[in-house]
Nanobody, 123 residues
Framework: QVQLVESGGGLVQAGGSLRLSCAAS????????RGWFRQAPGKEREFVGTIDWLGRSTVIADSVKGRFTISRDFAKNTVYLQMNSLKPEDSAVYYC????????????????WGQGTQVTVSS
C-alpha cells in the first residue's frame, strides 16, 4: 500500500513562493507518475502538473506554466512543487497523487492520494 504525505503549505503574500513536498512510502516500485492537483472551495479539483517516475518528463497546466515547476528526489522518494509568483487565485488545498499510468492530467487517472495541504495567498 502506497502512502503519500504532503507538506509545505501555508500563508504567503501575493508574489511570494512556496515549495510543497510529497513524500511516498510503502510499495513505491509500482509508481510511475506523481501529480499535483488543487481544489478551491466550491470548485472542482484542478490539474496542476505531473512528473514521470524518472523525472525526465513533466506536464504543467497552462494556468501555472512559467510559475510552477515539478521535480523529484529519488533518494528521498519525494516530489516537489515549486510555486513562484503566487497569486490569490492560487489559494486552494493542494493534493499529491500517484499512478502507474503515463503522465495523466485527469484526476481519474490517479489511484492514490495524499491528504492535502492548504495554500493561502493573500493580496
Amino acid at each position: 500500500q502506497v502512502q503519500l504525505v504532503e507538506s509545505g503549505g501555508g500563508l504567503v503574500q501575493a508574489g511570494g513562493s512556496l515549495r510543497l513536498s510529497c513524500a511516498a512510502s510503502g510499495r513505491t516500485f509500482s509508481l510511475y507518475s506523481r501529480g499535483w492537483f488543487r481544489q478551491a472551495p466550491g470548485k472542482e479539483r484542478e490539474f496542476v502538473g505531473t512528473i514521470d517516475w524518472l523525472g525526465r518528463s513533466t506536464v504543467i497546466a497552462d494556468s501555472v506554466k512559467g510559475r510552477f515547476t515539478i521535480s523529484r528526489d529519488f533518494a528521498k522518494n519525494t516530489v516537489y512543487l515549486q510555486m513562484n509568483s503566487l497569486k490569490p487565485e492560487d489559494s486552494a488545498v493542494y493534493y499529491c497523487a500517484a499512478t502507474n499510468l503515463q503522465l495523466p492530467t485527469s484526476a481519474s487517472g490517479y489511484s492514490t492520494w495524499g491528504q492535502g495541504t492548504q495554500v493561502t495567498v493573500s493580496s
